[in-house]
Each structure stands twice: as C-alpha cells, then as structure tokens.
C-alpha cells in the first residue's frame, strides 16, 4: 500500500470504519454473531457507463450502491450489519467526488444502521469499478429464499411499482415528471430495511430486474405459476398520471428495489400488522398457481401479453 | 439478469458452489458459525493490466485472486470458509478463458477447502476486474492483528523472503531461473492457510508489499522498532544462487504472501511445534525493540540503507 492509498482510505473511508472493522488497519475485520444467529451475505457491483453515468452525483452513485445490496439482505428477511467495499478508480474521479462518495455513504449509514467492515482500493485505467458487498444477520433457519412459494399462496409487493422504469423515460424527455418523484426512484433505490419478511413469507425476493421477471423466477424456482392481476399492482399517484399507455412498462420495468413475496393467505392480518408496525405499505397483486411462469392478468380476466419482460445486464 | 448471465453463471460458477451457496439463486447467501466462533472477512480487487496480464493463464489468475484472500485469512489466525466472487467481464474475455478461470478456482477450492458462497457479474467496457471477498472463522477474540506486539518480542516469518520478486525479474530476463522456481513463486501466492497464530502470535500479517514495509506496518501500528538481522532472513537455494547482489530486492520486494508475526521469546517451543504440525518453515528474523520503524542490521551490526521499501499500489 502506498503513501497515496493510504491517504486517500484515511480521508474518505476511516470515517466510515465502524465495530469489527479494527480501523481498517488488519489485513481483515472481524465481525460477531449473537447466539442462534446466522449471516446473509450478498455482493453488488456497479460500473461506470454501465450502471451509472460519470455525470451522476457521487453522493448517489455510492447510495445506489449501498441500497442495492441493503435491498438483498431486506429480501432474505435479515437485518443488516456492515459491508466491505472494493474501489477500482480511473485517475479522472478525484478526491472531490470521493469526498462526496465517502458523504452518500456516511448519510444512509447512519439511516441504515450499518457501517463499514473493510475494503479494497486499487487503481484502473478503465471505467470505476464499484462492488459491495453486505453482511446481515438472521435468526438460524429463518432467511426467506425464493422457494417455499406453495399452490394457492397469496403473492404481495411493498411499495409501488414501475415509478423507477418512469424515471428513466422522464429522464429521457419521453414523459413528464413535474415533482421529480419519478427520476428521484430511478435515482435512488428505497430498500425495504426492517421489513419482517420472516413471520410470514414463503418466499421472497426484490424487484431490481421487473416485477414480470422476478415473479418469474420465483415461479421457476418452484414449479409453480405466479398470477397476477395488473389491476392490482400498485402504481403511485404520479405513476398513474403518466396514463394507462405506460402500465406495461411499470409492470415490466426494472429498478424498483421493492420486495416480492409469498405468504399462506392466512398470514393477511400479520402482514397488514407488519406494514402499520414499519410504515411500509404492501399490496396483495395475485395467487400461486400448479401451472409454470407467470401470468398477467386485465380487469376482464385475460392474460396480458407484455413487451418485454425486464431488463437485461449483458 | 439476462439469460446470458444465466447462463455464463450456470457453465462457470454454479459448479464451485457449497454449502450456504443456496445454488447461487437467492439474493443472498447464508452462513452459520459454530457458537464461540466469529467471522473474519476480507477482500481483495485484481485488475488486468495492473495486477495481471491479458495473456497470463486464467486459471493462475483465479487461484492468485483466491490466495491473495486466503493469505489475509491465514495472517489472522482464522480458518476460510468460503468466498464470494464479483466479476466485471469486458468481451475479450471469452468462454474458454473463463472455464481455465473456474478450474483454477475448483482445483484451490479442493485444496483449501472453501467454496463459492455467491457473487454478481456484469459487463464493462474496461479491463476485467475481479473482487474476491474470503470469508473465515476464528475463535471469539483469538483474531491476531497488527496490534499487539511487545518490545523484546521475536520477529519471525514462515518459509522463504524475496523468491517472488525475484521471479518476476526472472520473467524480466535479468536473472537466470532454470527450474522455473522463482517464476512460480511470484505467478502463484502460497498462503500460509492452517498455520495457527493464535496459539502465540501477539501481532501478524501477510507479506505482500515487501517484508521491510510490512514489518514498517506492524513497527508503527505497535509504536514499536522492529529489528532484522539481514542474514537470519530466510532464503531459498534459488534466491541464494542468484547471488548478493540481490539480497536487498529480496527484503523489499512484494509478492512473497509469508506470514510475519511477532511472539514472545518463550513461545519458540510452541511455534516449532506448529511448524512440525503444519510442515510449514519457520525462521526468527529479528526483535522488538523499543523505537519507531524498521532497521535492518548486516552481519556486523550495521544499518542497513535499502533502495525501496516496497511495492507502491498507486
């Protein structure tokens, strides 16, 4: 490690370093579970031009990168810890944009209630290269994964859906958004921190590539077929002003971050508990089915056929 | 994720994965550890054109990216477990060359017994980029760090300094290396996995910036002077056979992924012991003295003036 890596940790990362991490200093940090608990990891990586523009505000490129992965570890019903961050840096991002990174981070830390573990910081002459990767925790046996999912299980989001796909095409003029509320969800994800997916999901997953697609994996993972009504899919209020033309999109579009889950319908009042106990709304869309893939039905009962179905990475 | 990912992760990835992997298809992975036990996490960022070259061998590159981990592991005392793995993949990079990089990560898989816990992949314009996070466990509180030492504790290291920048002086053309030894030495990490520092290490690392610097790293740490006596530092018959007149590039030189690490003088029993156990060579170097830094003395007790201190990152 040379003087300057040293600095440039000790400027914009040491503030972040919190318990387990040994002040960045050890070649690794060390991190405790209470008794009866297990850990949940997931690992993101962003690229620059690919999943962020060099134009972006730092502040929000390193928030998109830590909320992504805060998103994964809400989805397996785990509360999160900490994470360890890996910097490849282009000379052309100076200590400027760290400072401000370094911000993001700061700020949704203390949001989030996690800090920073460790990391890896090295040099690159190609686009920033960003990977996070999370550490939560959740009681022993109790992380939700995508299968459980069972014939006649009720199929519920949180949130709404398809205002982060809106945000996009507002971005791109081909929509107005007079608030900014629909580019400000394409901006920055709102994970489901502290949802208790564990009392009464069956499976569970977030929504990053379409609630279409996503629905189908856990369709695929469980041989089972997803149904859901359009009509119920939630859509914010601006989400709706943009009219009925863009409902496809909301419904295949990616980037919502919201979570997707299956739960027995007996578990409808602790669900209904959990969303007034976190202030997170949630919203019954539809039923598991014996059947294969997903279905999408309009008000008359007909299965939709839909454009595309979610985004794509390479 | 796109059915090209799909599929790039089903061919190369899947096949590496174990336990708490979840068959790489949830958002995250699981793990569990024994009660008493804690974590120990770290992670290291390869980018080609710096840290590897296009043409080098995939499946060495992996197996580097594995070991660079498992040497961080090792310095503290804690036994792997398992990795995730973050792979930015510019289109130069084709199949082939990615089934050389997963062999490689089966065959070191079976070596150090961990296994893949998940990961994220994505496309870049750039070069590749590659994240590896290693996962250990180690007793609660029995992780050994860089704090620790005690003036008028040993200095040691395990097996042989300064083979690897040797080696790559070697591949240089400006030194003889008829058995390849050298060679192999810097293309390929040996890391000290199973050698158990807890039972009477008061500080460790790894040497990866050179042994001068990173004994600098435990010395400032510690508040410390750490001493070494040029010629207790242990050489292989090859870096003997190159002659003095490289002994300096070999205490100063990086790549060796040696454990360095600091125990009281009542201890060498136990840590011949454990080198008897473990098959793995160890050499006292030197004392801590009181002092700041590192002074390395020749065979009459002089100071030695070293060109470099070591590898500079950026």
Redesign the interface.
Known sequence: ??G??FDFIERFFRPLAGEGA?GL?????????A?GR??????????E???FLPGDPAETVSQKLLRVSLS??A??G?VPRGY?L????PSGFDDQWFASFSMGLAQDQAQYGVTL???????????L?L?L????E?E?GA?I???GARCGDAVWVTGTIGDAALGLQALLDNLPDPDGFLAGRYRLPRPRVGFPLARFASAA??IS?GLVQDAGHIAS?NGLCLEIEAQAVPRSPQALAAGERWQSLCLTGGDDYELLFTASPDCEVRIMEAAAETGIPVTRIGTVREGRGVVVRDPSGKAMTLDRKGW???
Not at 38 to 47: A, G, R
Not at 86 to 89: A, I, K, L, Q, Y
């Open positions: 490690m040379s300057g890596e040994r200093r050890d070649d690794a940090a060390v991190l405790a579970l008794e297990e850990l949940v990891l997931s690992t993101d990586t962003l690229v031009a690919v999943h994964d570890c989805a397996m785990a360890l890996n910097v490849s840096r573990l460790g990391g890896d910081t090295t040099g690159t002459r190609g686009p290269v990977s990767t999370i550490l939560g959740v022993k992380a994964g995508r299968i997953m977030d590539d993972e794509q990475h390479f």
